[in-house]
């Protein structure tokens, strides 16, 4: 009888089926005890399991590009993840060292006959299952896998669209009205389950196994914890949404604010990615609310499209050869970035001189988190917009600090904002000057997280450098001195990059296209009407001329700022 079968079976049942193993259920992501099924289908055939979360440092920091905020996350949902079983009556092992070489040794230790993990889709994971694999076939034992990070196995999704992925957004909602809803999640893992198969507790159990802190993998991390790790804080945010019913029916993504100080959209984002709150979970609490409620919003805009679009990343991510980089990813436009390590280090540092781009990239280096539109903001800004740099660059760089940080989500957006795949309406480039004051016009999020400008008045707030002198003395902020001075002319570069881009896909038209699709772009609704005035702006001076002097000259890098370059831009910036 197959693990799942069993679960589902009344607990006096199950007596009558073999529950003889030994087995090691190994945590990797799916850091929770709720809508866990291959837990669950672990628990029921064993006769002693031992909950795992090995600490492979040089995997983590190495392959999935761990920073120092997403390390605290991690450890403090393990913290947690040890605290639930606990309850449970069980413990967590935390080992440190090679995940394979652990596990072999544990084999031994504990007389294990089964080793059971979530199936990831990342080639990384992958290549571990590989390993587990082997390890299994070599000592004789049983491995028991289940998908449970997304909603439904992406395979599946894949065959049913005849073995290739999906490549729009709509035709993947086709093919998932063909398959038809998501599994429901399983029930939450109990003290029943645990009774029969927890394994004694070892005399040296804290010193050997306990979760380690910060201090002691050496992390310096001294700001606070705004996103404390860990599936009891994943259902609290969860259930603190579902209190109002009408925010969640009623959400559309375009009309959140990209600089509330406050997150203006779920920020389940960290708990989903780290799988300490189930998607499936998430989604079914959606559809219920839907099911509720006569005038909700809709798929790509509402919050199950959003859950969507995270399943839709996955699907094309699993499918697509080298799908986190561009050369050798057929469905990424080939495009002769610039390499301009300097220009890169300033956006990353939040040096650029433009408020609204530093701030964001502030708040994501202090925080960790950042609103989907300041990431567009960004993303935007460092390839397509103004510095013609790779997404791989900025992918690396959110990799690194984004408490989300995900694998086919953050590669699949990073090819959206610059247009090398998915979207296509690349006319439409963001000012960083006119983006944040359409919703911040007093820039109280600039002054939260660029103190250094926060005696601006709201009239510079966005442009400090247009600011006389004596206003910059008094703010306290003389520009080019304590704050830098914007490092490209925006009209020019984006004018520039712009014949560029038109360049690129008329060349490679046919990559173009594999990933077009006719429906507008949904998460631009909102900014629709002030896009298209950028949009008129931009080929207007394609169209009286201007543009000639930048299309096609892949050499010509970014032109740094200069009064006269300001003069030229006009009033756009
Ligand atoms: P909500 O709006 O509340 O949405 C709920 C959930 O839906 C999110 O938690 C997320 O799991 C999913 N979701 C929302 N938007 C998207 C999207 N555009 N694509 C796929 N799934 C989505 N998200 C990540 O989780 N990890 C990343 O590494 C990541 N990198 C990004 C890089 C760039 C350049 C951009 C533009 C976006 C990126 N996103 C990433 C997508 C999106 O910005 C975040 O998922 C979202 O802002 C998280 O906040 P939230 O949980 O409040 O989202």
Avoid at 5 to 25: E, G
Avoid at 131 to 144: D, P
Avoid at 197 to 213: D, G, K
Avoid at 533 to 556: I, M, P, V
Wanted: aromatic share 10%; charged share 25%; proline share 6%.
């Amino acid at each position: 009888m197959l693990p799942e079968a069993i679960w589902r079976l009344k607990c006096s049942d199950r007596d009558s089926v073999v529950m003889s193993h030994r087995t090691i259920h190994l945590f990797r992501k799916g850091l929770r005890l709720h809508d866990n099924p291959t837990l669950l289908g672990a628990l029921a055939c064993s006769a002693a399991l031992f909950p795992v979360y090995v600490l492979d440092r040089t995997f983590l920091e190495g392959a999935m590009g761990l920073g120092p905020l997403r390390w605290r996350f991690i450890l403090q949902s393990l913290e947690d993840l040890d605290a639930r079983l606990r309850a449970l009556g069980s413990r967590l092992y935390v080992l440190r060292g090679s995940t394979a070489a652990v596990l072999n040794d544990l084999v031994t230790r504990w007389g294990v006959t089964q080793i059971s993990y979530d199936t990831e889709v990342e080639p990384y994971y992958a290549c571990m299952e590989r390993e587990i694999q082997a390890l299994a076939q070599e000592r004789g034992l049983q491995t028991y896998t289940h998908v449970s990070h997304t909603l439904y196995d992406v395979k599946r999704i894949v065959k049913a669209n005849g073995g290739s992925p999906p490549l729009t957004y709509k035709k993947f909602l086709q093919v998932l009205s063909v398959l038809g809803e998501p599994e429901e999640p399983v029930r939450d893992v109990s003290a029943e389950d645990f009774l029969r198969c927890s394994p004694p507790a070892e005399p040296l159990h804290e010193q050997t196994y306990r979760v380690p802190s910060p201090a002691d993998l050496g992390l310096e991390l001294d700001s606070e914890v705004l996103w404390p790790g860990g599936e009891t804080h994943a259902l609290q945010r969860l259930h603190k949404h579902f209190q109002s019913q009408g925010w969640v029916a009623n959400f559309s993504k375009a009309r959140t604010v990209p600089n509330s100080l406050l997150p203006s959209t779920t920020g389940l984002s960290p708990y989903l990615s780290l799988g300490c709150l189930s998607v499936r979970t998430f989604y079914h609490r959606l559809r219920s609310v839907c099911a509720q409620s006569k005038n909700h919003s809709l798929p790509p805009v509402s919050l199950q499209g959003q859950v969507l679009w995270r399943e839709f990343f996955y699907t094309v991510a699993s499918a697509t050869p080298n799908f986190t980089k561009m050369q050798g990813n057929p469905i990424c436009l080939q495009i002769d970035w610039y390499h301009d390590p300097e220009a890169l280090e300033k956006w990353r540092t939040a040096q650029t001189g433009f408020p609204w781009i530093d701030a964001i990239m502030t708040q994501l280096r202090q925080e960790g988190w950042i609103h989907h539109l300041a990431r567009h903001a960004v993303a935007c800004f460092l390839t397509r917009g103004d510095l013609w740099i790779s997404w791989e660059e900025g992918m690396k760089v959110f990799e690194e600090l984004l408490l989300d940080a995900d694998y086919s989500v953050n590669a699949g957006n990073w090819m959206w904002l610059s247009a090398s795949a998915f979207f296509h309406k690349y006319t439409r480039i963001f000012c960083p000057v006119r983006f944040g004051r359409r919703t911040d016009p007093q820039g109280q999020y600039v002054r939260k997280y660029l103190p250094v400008l926060k005696n601006f008045p709201s009239q510079y707030i966005y442009e400090p450098w247009k600011a006389p002198e004596d206003v910059q003395l008094s703010a306290g902020c003389i520009i080019g001195k304590d704050y830098p001075r914007p490092m490209v002319c925006h009209t020019e570069a984006s004018q520039r990059n712009l014949g560029l881009m038109r360049q690129v896909r008329t060349e490679q038209q046919n990559t173009a296209e594999l990933t077009r699709d006719v429906a507008d772009d949904p998460m631009e609704a909102g900014l629709k009407r002030e896009l298209q005035e950028e949009e008129e702006l931009l080929e207007g001076a394609e169209q009286h001329g201007t543009s000639k002097r930048f299309s096609g000259d892949a050499d010509h890098k970014s032109r740094p700022w200069t009064p006269e370059t300001l003069q030229l831009s006009g009033e756009v910036m």
